[in-house]
């Protein structure tokens, strides 16, 4: 079992940036793959980025590379997503969840999210 908990959401004008986290509880963090989805209100849940703890091993959503990058610390039991150039766009509650074995495609553990606004 793994609980995760997001921080650092909240209110931004467009074109600033933010930086999200995700504590995770657990001794085998590093062995995990962390990855970050969002949901927007009236949308389904979509992949933002995903890193491979141990390997480092990185993937983006196309909407967001060049802009957005994953970043993860083993020694804190923390993954960042760092946001840049936000746009309104991008408005939507974002979760952090965790991948057993370092996938970065598969996903068992998430936390209860951290809301990102974009005002235009």
């Known amino acids: 079992q793994m609980q995760l908990v997001e921080s650092g959401g909240g209110l931004v004008q467009a074109g600033g940036s933010l930086r999200l986290s995700c504590a995770a509880s657990g001794r085998t963090f590093s062995s995990y793959g962390m990855g970050w989805f969002r949901q927007a209100p009236g949308k389904a849940r979509e992949f933002v980025a995903a890193i491979s703890m141990s390997g480092g091993t990185t993937r983006y959503a196309d909407s967001v590379k060049g802009r957005f990058t994953i970043s993860g610390d083993n020694a804190k039991n923390t993954v960042y997503l760092k946001m840049n150039s936000l746009i309104p766009d991008v408005t939507a509650v974002y979760y952090c969840?965790?991948?057993?074995?370092?996938?970065?495609?598969?996903?068992?553990?998430w936390g209860q999210g951290a809301q990102v606004t974009v005002a235009s």
């Open positions: 969840p965790a991948g057993a074995g370092g996938s970065i495609y598969s996903f068992t553990y």
